[in-house]
């Protein structure tokens, strides 16, 4: 699910949209100022100089792949089907009989 979208709102958080997209190419040292951000989803890849609100290359890296979808999915066949209605055999017909024939004497 995407992010909501107010119009006219101002930006909630400063967490960088590249944290969590699979196109980003995050190399980070030992101080906060020391992070470079390279997005590999354009052609020649850049280094991004600020912290990204909303991008129109972003997928997921949280989101299963569809490939990844079809490997976890179970595969559902159908069991044999019953019949449908009212039993009828040996011993059924007998007893439907039988209780109509006491139910007619009353």
């Known amino acids: ?7 006219g709102g101002t930006p909630v ?8 997209c699979t196109n980003a190419h995050i190399m980070t040292g030992y ?4 992070m470079v951000t390279m997005c590999n989803a354009i052609h ?3 280094v991004v100089p600020f912290l990204i609100y909303e991008c129109s290359s972003y997928y997921d890296k949280n989101k ?30 007998e007893a439907a ?3 109509t024939e006491t139910d007619n004497d009353d």
Do not use: H
């Not at 958080?13 to 969590?20: A, F, K, Y």
């Open 64 to 93: 299963p792949s569809w490939k990844q979808m079809e490997d976890l999915a179970i595969t559902v066949t159908p069991g044999p089907l019953k019949p449908v209605g009212f039993k009828v055999g040996v011993g059924f017909n």
């Open 97 to 99: 009989i039988t209780r």
């Open 44 to 46: 020649p890849n850049i």
């Open 31 to 34: 101080r906060e100022s020391e």
């Open 13 to 20: 958080g400063s967490d960088s949209l590249c944290r969590t």
């Open 1 to 7: 699910m995407g992010k909501a979208y107010i119009k």
